[in-house]
């Protein structure tokens, strides 16, 4: 396969992949890494192409040379962004215009020296250093890293390598090593181009994806609105404790709570200053609690509490403290200060104990204390005492 087929196939490889990535993307909000990651392989698809054209006599060499290298090192350095953007470092702009723009002074300056072996080397060290800044990227977090990124962070690593060797090579040893004609080294490192193609681009893709399906496993156990967990998400750090109920030792106590007459502040100001109503009474909650403790929101302005080694007059305690510090903080919305208070039902969970039997007595608590006026606190029935024979 000789250089023109090689540049021919990186080009088409990006082409197709920008244009797979342009119809997937249509008309959806897409998360920037993949945004950036887009317009680097783009730039790199345009990039490959006018060096398809270099010394083709269609386009002058100085063109096609430099600015084919230009959009490579553009492309390359957008890649790698997007990567240490996917390992959570947002602030990667601000070392990867200077160094696209440093390596595209080297190439010129290479350029004007007009030695080819001296614009191999710029060329290839350029290139080669911003796949090993993908590979960093791609490294960072090693120890908590899933094995697709640590084993994406050593091919690229390796083949990063590769490819800046064979410019080394071009002005070290112009006739080749050993029985390494450069021809040769001129094959491998345009092989380990197309691989580095190809796989941080798979890579990019799969690590991506599984973003996607951490984030969406992360939501479906979330109210996004008030950041605690939901319905679903309190049930399931419930789950351990219902288990360890049955053994002997220091209950967990359950705490379910109900904002009083909350619909009245949608009337009144409005369902944003609800909102904000109700991030404020879960902020008060957390600040009560213990670290160990789980706040959750069951439905609508009902939310749970799970005081894990607590007995039942330590939990109502913590109960009243919270509806205290609930009934005496004035929450200020848009337009008003509102005071609001809770309901709560308060029990602990008994070894005989399924969840429809634990959230149906601390209910029937709950309501109780609506029943009773409001702003209160119900503890749960005590269990029946077990007949003597
Ligand atoms: N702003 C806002 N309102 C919500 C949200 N979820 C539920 N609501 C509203 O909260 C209100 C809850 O009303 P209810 O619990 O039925 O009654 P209440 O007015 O709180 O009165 P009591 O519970 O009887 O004290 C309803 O109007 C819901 O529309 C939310 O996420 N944001």
């Not at 070392?95 to 080297?106: E, F, K, N, T």
């Not at 156990?221 to 419930?238: C, E, M, Q, S, Y």
């Not at 379910?256 to 404020?280: E, T």
């Not at 799970?306 to 109502?316: C, D, G, I, V, W």
Request: proline fraction near 4%; glycine fraction near 8%; charged fraction near 15%.
């Amino acid at each position: 396969m000789d250089l023109k087929t090689i540049l021919f196939a990186l080009a088409l490889g990006n082409l197709t992949l920008c244009a797979a990535l342009f119809f997937h993307q249509h008309g959806k909000a897409t998360a920037a890494a993949l945004a950036t990651w887009t317009r680097g392989r783009q730039l790199q698809a345009a990039a490959w192409l006018v060096l398809c054209f270099h010394g083709s006599g269609v386009l002058p060499p100085l063109a096609t040379g430099i600015a084919g290298y230009a959009l490579l090192f553009g492309g390359l350095g957008l890649e790698s962004g997007a990567f240490w953007e996917t390992a959570g470092k947002d602030h990667w702009r601000s070392r990867m215009v200077p160094a696209i723009v440093l390596a595209i002074l080297l190439y010129g300056a290479a350029y004007v020296v007009d030695e080819p072996g001296v614009r191999l080397l710029a060329g290839a060290l350029a290139t080669g250093a911003f796949y090993m800044s993908v590979a960093a990227a791609l490294a960072a977090g090693w120890k908590n890293a899933v094995m697709l990124r640590r084993a994406l962070a050593v091919t690229t690593a390796v083949l990063a390598v590769l490819v800046a060797v064979r410019g080394v090579l071009a002005v070290a040893m112009p006739l080749g090593w050993g029985g390494l004609s450069l021809a040769v080294v001129q094959y491998l490192a345009s092989a380990s181009l197309y691989l580095l193609m190809l796989i941080t681009g798979f890579g990019f893709l799969l690590l991506e994806r599984e973003r996607q399906v951490r984030e969406l496993e992360r939501v479906a156990v979330l109210d996004t609105l008030l950041d605690v967990p939901n319905r679903r998400g309190f049930f399931a750090a419930l789950a351990p404790w219902m288990a360890l109920a049955r053994r002997p030792g220091v209950p967990t106590a359950l705490v379910v709570f109900d904002v009083d007459n909350f619909k009245r502040i949608n009337d009144d100001y409005g369902h944003p200053a609800g909102d904000v109503v109700l991030r404020a009474i879960v902020d008060m909650c957390r600040k009560q609690l213990r670290d160990s403790d789980q706040i959750g929101r069951l439905v609508g302005v009902e939310f749970a509490l799970l005081l894990p080694r607590t007995e039942l007059q330590h939990a109502l305690t913590v109960a009243e403290r919270i509806r205290a510090c609930i009934e005496v903080t004035p929450i200020k919305t848009g337009r008003a200060l509102v005071n609001m208070t809770v309901s709560m039902g308060v029990t602990t969970i008994r070894a005989d104990d399924s969840t429809v039997s634990l959230f149906k007595r601390v209910d029937e608590a709950l309501q109780t204390a609506k029943m009773a006026g409001r702003n209160r606190i119900a503890e749960a029935a005590p269990p029946i005492p077990a007949a003597t024979p």
